[in-house]
């Protein structure tokens, strides 16, 4: 998940510095988005995590949404909104919500290293054969 994080960072930051020129614009944008909707299955397949049910359920919404606009020519009335903004809006939420389950489970690994060591017996301790490995 680390590495879903630092591509998430690095992509966010493309999006963010091509937001001034439309063609770069339109490259990262769907770059983040399907790397977001590949990261938010696959997760949501291990942890079964309902905001990532949502959170693919909002994105095959908003792809109808943008498929209908451009069958209908609305792009250049709605298209900033979107195309952009929400899809923006999206990313961001999502990368929010990777970085909470990041910590969530950091805890929960750290936690369950410190019952580990917990565990340990006094007699485990001052085993001969042990001590002497």
Same mark, same amino acid.
């Given at each position: 998940?680390?590495?879903?994080? /630092?591509?998430?960072?690095?992509? +966010?930051?493309?999006?963010?510095?091509?937001?001034?020129?439309?063609?770069?614009?339109?490259? =990262?944008?769907?770059?983040?988005?399907?790397?977001?909707?590949?990261?938010?299955?696959?997760?949501?397949?291990?942890?079964?995590?309902?905001?990532?049910?949502?959170?693919?359920?909002?994105? +095959?919404?908003?792809?109808?949404?943008?498929?209908?606009? +451009?069958?209908?020519?609305?792009?250049?009335?709605?298209?900033?909104?979107?195309? /952009? +903004?929400?899809?923006?809006?999206?990313? /961001?939420?999502?990368? !929010?919500?990777?970085?909470? =389950?990041?910590?969530?489970?950091?805890?929960?690994?750290?936690? %369950?290293?410190? !019952?580990?060591?917990?565990? /340990?017996?006094?007699?485990?301790?001052?085993? %001969? %054969?042990?001590?002497?490995?």
């Amino acid at each position: 998940m680390n590495i879903d994080m /630092i591509v998430q960072a690095l992509m +966010i930051t493309l999006v963010v510095f091509s937001c001034f020129f439309l063609f770069p614009l339109i490259i =990262t944008l769907p770059l983040l988005g399907a790397w977001q909707m590949i990261s938010a299955a696959v997760i949501f397949s291990q942890l079964k995590d309902d905001k990532r049910g949502f959170y693919l359920t909002a994105c +095959i919404v908003m792809l109808f949404i943008m498929m209908l606009c +451009i069958i209908l020519e609305l792009v250049f009335v709605v298209g900033g909104i979107f195309f /952009i +903004i929400i899809p923006t809006g999206m990313a /961001i939420w999502y990368f !929010r919500l990777t970085t909470q =389950t990041q910590k969530e489970l950091d805890n929960k690994n750290e936690i %369950d290293n410190k !019952r580990k060591i917990t565990r /340990i017996d006094s007699e485990d301790v001052l085993d %001969d %054969d042990l001590l002497w490995v």
